[in-house]
T-cell receptor
Framework: AQRVTQPEKLLSVFKGAPVELKCNYS??????LFWYVQYSRQRLQLLLR??SRESIKGFTADLNKGETSFHLKKPFAQEEDSAMYYC????????????FGTGTLLAVQP | GAGVSQTPSNKVTEKGKYVELRCDPI?????LYWYRQSLGQGPEFLIY????????DSGLPNDRFFAVRPEGSVSTLKIQRTERGDSAVYLC?????????????FGSGTQLSVL
């Protein structure tokens, strides 16, 4: 069955330190993965998707099919990166249906 | 224009009551989704509309949950005989066409509390 696992509920780092938010997935088909972010008092919004191979706000994520992972990385954390991050897997076939992980709260300390 | 709008932002009800939650998607978006987020969990898919029809309702937990979108715009999620376990944030999202992998635009959610 399809599943998304984010093993860390909380990740606390200092400003300027590297960040890696872990995401592992289980899916029998060809996976399409996303990172969504929710800043304090804001709506859940798309951060990036693996098919775009883009860098948003300095974040990147590479799909590793061998390790079934899609970790989110940033070389130098900023305080404004503090937020809840959700990894999500597209599992609806032709429909736009997502399964989300439980989320990781990133806290960047000054 | 405005983003996805959900009303009410908070709803407190008693066990056994009926509630309706409303979602107004971004104008022109044909696809509309309902998700439910329980405390400490990620959003969980409930139902997806393409236009007026429910294209996929596989996430609705039981027959107490029902949703409509009669004119292909505003949607209402209806919960009958509410239970304490229904307490959660109900999120609505829309996307332009519903194509696989398309960006979802989320509303602020309705916090439902069943006492």
């Amino acid at each position: 069955a399809q599943r998304v696992t984010q093993p860390e509920k909380l990740l606390s780092v200092f400003k300027g330190a590297p960040v890696e938010l872990k995401c592992n997935y289980s899916y029998s088909g060809s996976p399409e993965l996303f990172w969504y972010v929710q800043y304090s008092r804001q709506r859940l919004q798309l951060l990036l998707r693996h098919i775009s191979r883009e860098s948003i706000k300095g974040f990147t994520a590479d799909l590793n099919k061998g390790e079934t992972s899609f970790h989110l990385k940033k070389p130098f954390a900023q305080e404004e990166d503090s937020a809840m991050y959700y990894c999500a897997l597209l599992y609806g076939g032709a429909t736009n249906k997502l399964i989300f992980g439980t989320g990781t709260l990133l806290a960047v300390q000054p | 224009g405005a983003g996805v709008s959900q009303t009410p932002s908070n709803k407190v009800t008693e066990k056994g009551k009926y509630v309706e939650l409303r979602c107004d998607p971004i104008s022109g978006h044909t696809a509309l989704y309902w998700y439910r987020q329980s405390l400490g969990q990620g959003p969980e898919f409930l139902i997806y509309f393409q236009g007026t029809g429910a294209a996929d309702d596989s996430g609705l937990p039981n027959d107490r949950f029902f949703a409509v979108r009669p004119e292909g715009s505003v949607s209402t999620l209806k919960i009958q005989r509410t239970e304490r376990g229904d307490s959660a944030v109900y999120l609505c999202a829309s996307s332009r066409t519903g194509g696989a992998g398309e960006k979802l635009f989320f509303g602020s959610g309705t916090q439902l509390s069943v006492l």
